[in-house]
């Protein structure tokens, strides 16, 4: 059964939300009345949230009486309010987002003397700002202007209209330079063609061009759709140097693209610098929070990119790494992701002896971590058993038996490539050949082609 919209709201909800979402429910409830006690409730089970089945059977127990029915009413007034609490908490940290709402508002009461001076201030605070959501904004505002009884539109004449389509053409120009090169990006990653699209793009941008220089994202087009490689240098150049504010759309999109050609140059041999850049890249990443939910990396996220940097550089390079940015991690248990990662790198650079140590009496933030750790725990004593079979053989058996157990809570994809590298690892032991194209999904793959290669 579902968990109701708002317990599945309260979910995402992070330390610093929960009192200024209690204020917002006490601004509206006093503390006596039901629907306060409800949130109160549920606050003090915050944690437990995610992992309960049925919500009203366990508060049924502290709301005797109350029915099913109306406790789900309440619960409905609480998503309300967390609707308009969402809403206010946005308004509050985006100020331009904020100036256009109170100039629209001005606009439609007649006072046009203020919203032209919030005009004016918003357009001069925006002047420089070239990212998508600012060219909206000043789109949008002389947009609103325009279409008002606004003297200013008569004061200015044919003007007002000129710049409100030079303001548009700002816009739509920047706006489809970006989806140009996600038709590229997206269009290999589902394998499908957006030709049709792309031709489109193309000729209304040569339509809107104003200068024949490249643009930023020009340049990624031509960087991913044609290998122009001659772009990566100044693109990472520009991104690293600031190029976009922080947190903006074209500041993590241009991250990622650039980590994700970068690497595929690498994998197809080029004698650019790419180990260095996608080094940078990375680093940058975690610095801007590109890859953050909620100001915290997830911890398959950090593993992740442990697990790429690893292919590129150093053990040092990544020890280092791992060590300067696992304080980052969203985990009450930020350490065991960092002995995991510690174990991956150590794997990828065959040091097996050190995986003991990342991998044996640790405590782990879940079962998947634990999964994790546990599988690679068994590749060291498989490495090591010539030397203690009988400790291959128990960790073997423990590591089947702890899999078996979890078949139901781990995903399918998880469960099915560590039991197929569990497969492989007895083939190899027992001398059996080993086809590796039988098997989809398999956990450290490139390890297995290495055992394969070496037949153990």
């Known amino acids: 059964m579902a968990a ?39 606050q003090d089970r915050k944690n437990e949230l995610s992992n309960i089945d049925d919500v009203y059977i366990l508060a049924s127990k502290q709301f005797k009486g109350m029915a099913s029915k109306v406790f789900l009413n309440h619960l409905s007034l609480l998503y309300q309010l967390a609707e308009r609490w969402m809403v ?22 007649g006072m046009y003397h203020i919203a032209d001076q919030l005009s004016n ?3 001069k605070d925006l002047t420089n700002n070239k990212e998508l959501s600012a060219l909206w904004t000043k789109k949008e505002i002389l947009h609103q202007e325009f279409y008002s009884y606004n003297p200013i539109k008569y004061e200015k004449g044919a003007l007002a209209l000129s710049q409100l389509m030079d303001a548009t053409f700002e816009y739509i120009q920047h706006m489809l330079s970006v989806y140009q090169v996600e038709l590229v990006n997206f269009g290999k990653i589902q394998k499908h063609d957006f030709q049709l699209e792309e031709e489109k793009s193309v000729k209304i941008l040569l339509l809107l061009q104003v200068s024949g220089e490249c643009s930023f994202f020009g340049k990624m087009y031509e960087l991913i759709k044609f290998d122009k490689t001659e772009w990566l240098e100044s693109l990472k150049y520009d991104l690293v140097g600031g190029k976009w504010p922080k947190g903006s759309l074209e500041e993590v999109i241009s991250t990622v693209y650039l980590i994700r050609k970068t690497s595929d140059l690498y994998e197809r041999g080029s004698q ?13 990443a975690l610095k801007q929070g590109i890859y953050a939910e909620h100001g915290k990396l997830s911890p398959v996220t950090f593993r ?9 550089q150093s053990f040092e390079f990544v020890r280092n790494f791992i ?14 992701t960092r002995d995991v990662s510690h174990a991956i790198n150590c794997l990828k650079n065959e040091k097996y002896e050190e995986i003991y140590y990342f991998t044996r009496m640790k405590q782990f933030a879940d079962d998947t971590e634990k999964g994790m750790a546990l599988s690679l725990h068994l590749i060291a004593c498989f490495m090591d058993r010539k030397i203690d079979y009988d400790l291959y053989a128990t960790t073997l058996h423990n ?30 032991d027992h001398g059996y050949e080993v086809d590796l194209s039988l098997y ?3 956990f450290y793959r490139e390890w297995c082609e290495k055992m394969v290669k070496k037949k153990g």
Not at 9 to 20: G, H, M, Q, R
Not at 272 to 284: D, G, N, R
Not at 399 to 428: A, E, Q
């Open 399 to 428: 590591f089947v038996s702890y899999l078996n157990r979890h078949k139901t809570t781990f995903s399918t994809k998880f469960y099915k490539g560590l039991l197929n590298t569990v497969k492989i690892i007895k083939k190899i």
């Open 323 to 336: 060590n300067e940015w696992y304080t980052q991690i969203a985990s009450n248990f930020a350490e065991s």
């Open 88 to 109: 206010n908490e946005q308004l509050s940290h985006e100020n331009t987002t904020f100036k256009l709402l109170l100039h629209r508002n001005l606009q439609r009461r």
């Open 272 to 284: 650019l610098p790419t180990v260095q850049i996608i080094s940078e890249l990375f680093a940058f």
């Open 4 to 42: 109701p919209k708002f317990v599945q709201l309260l979910t995402s909800f992070d330390k610093d939300e929960w009192p200024s979402f209690k204020k917002y429910v006490l601004s509206q409830y006093t503390e006596n009345s039901d629907t306060y006690r409800i949130f109160k409730w549920l």
């Open 440 to 442: 989809d999904t398999i």
């Open 304 to 312: 992740n990119i442990v697990g790429q940097l690893s292919r590129y």
């Open 121 to 123: 201030q918003l357009q």
